[in-house]
């Protein structure tokens, strides 16, 4: 049985583990460009099954409840690491809420900040630079076919940024073709299939071990089952939502060429984009509130 990295227990036992830390390492020399050994590297969000087994078993836990993203602090960086399986159409504005609410939790750290000459402390010397990663299965962006996009604070006029690199957002779209280097070409057949090529780099070999499902513990597996469990019940709901919605978009009044358009939407692509594909045999649509 082949588990996908992308599954949210999986992919913090790869990169929130201290037994797996070189994982997480070659995560961050690949993504981030950054070599960093990895005593220095701390993991703030550590995985344990245990934890996950407590929630989930918990009467009034749901899934989300237990899902957590990775956080890692490094030389004065923080990085943090999301995986988003399904699309979701206020994932950009969560993304960028999570990065400057972890930017503003550094604000006046005791231990880590700079004294003044007063003997005071320095309330702002204690902000650090954020690094977010978003993994995605879906395109986010569909103009260009760029696995990896990542957006920093620019002035756009002066082609310039500020000397240090306080915030840097990416997202990466498993669903696409271009890669920017060699070793992201190795991540991305992993989280798309739980498979590495044959020349993936040690560590990545070593994830692939640590995902096969003959090598993960009994509570890991039982784990595995109620979450896959409740992901398929979660589709279920989502499917016939659309469905229905889509069904009392069409009640309203039944334009030609609104069945592409439904069609569109119930692959998944976003309303505004569906909408343009189908200009060309729409001439006005009027969606329900239920199929946004």
């Given at each position: 049985m082949t588990i996908k990295a992308t599954n949210d227990l999986m992919f913090k036992k790869l990169l929130a583990s201290e037994e797996n830390k070189d994982i997480l390492q070659g995560f961050i020399k690949d993504f981030c460009g950054l070599d960093v050994p990895c005593d220095e590297i701390h993991i703030e969000t550590p995985y344990s099954i245990d934890l996950y087994a407590k929630s989930l078993d918990s009467e009034e836990s749901t899934l989300r409840s237990i899902e957590r993203d990775i956080a890692v602090e490094l030389r004065g960086l923080n990085i943090m690491v999301e995986v988003q399986v399904h699309y979701d159409?206020?994932?950009i504005p969560r993304t960028l809420h999570y990065a400057f609410k972890r930017f503003n939790s550094n604000y006046r750290v005791p231990g880590k900040m700079e004294e003044k000459r007063d003997g005071k402390s320095e309330s702002y010397s204690s902000l650090m630079p954020v690094y977010s990663i978003n993994i995605v299965e879906e395109k986010l962006f569909?103009?260009?076919e760029d696995v990896m996009r990542t957006f920093t604070l620019y002035d756009k006029e002066h082609?310039?940024?500020f000397e240090r690199e306080w915030l840097k957002v990416s997202y990466v779209e498993l669903e696409k073709a271009n890669l920017s280097n060699e070793n992201l070409k190795h991540w991305v057949e992993f989280f798309r299939s739980g498979k590495t090529l044959d020349d993936a780099p040690r560590y990545l070999k070593k994830a692939e071990e640590v995902v096969a499902f003959a090598n993960l513990s009994k509570e890991e597996r039982r784990m595995l089952m109620a979450m896959e469990k409740n992901i398929a019940i979660q589709e279920s709901?989502?499917?016939s939502a659309l469905r229905e919605g889509i069904k009392q978009g069409l009640q309203q009044g039944k334009e030609e060429g609104v069945d592409a358009l439904a069609e569109l939407i119930m692959q998944g692509v976003p309303l505004d984009?569906?909408?343009?594909?189908a200009k060309e045999t729409?001439?006005?649509v009027e969606p329900s509130e239920d199929t946004d």
């Open positions: 159409k206020h994932f569909h103009k260009d082609k310039s940024g709901e989502l499917s984009e569906a909408v343009e594909r729409v001439e006005t």
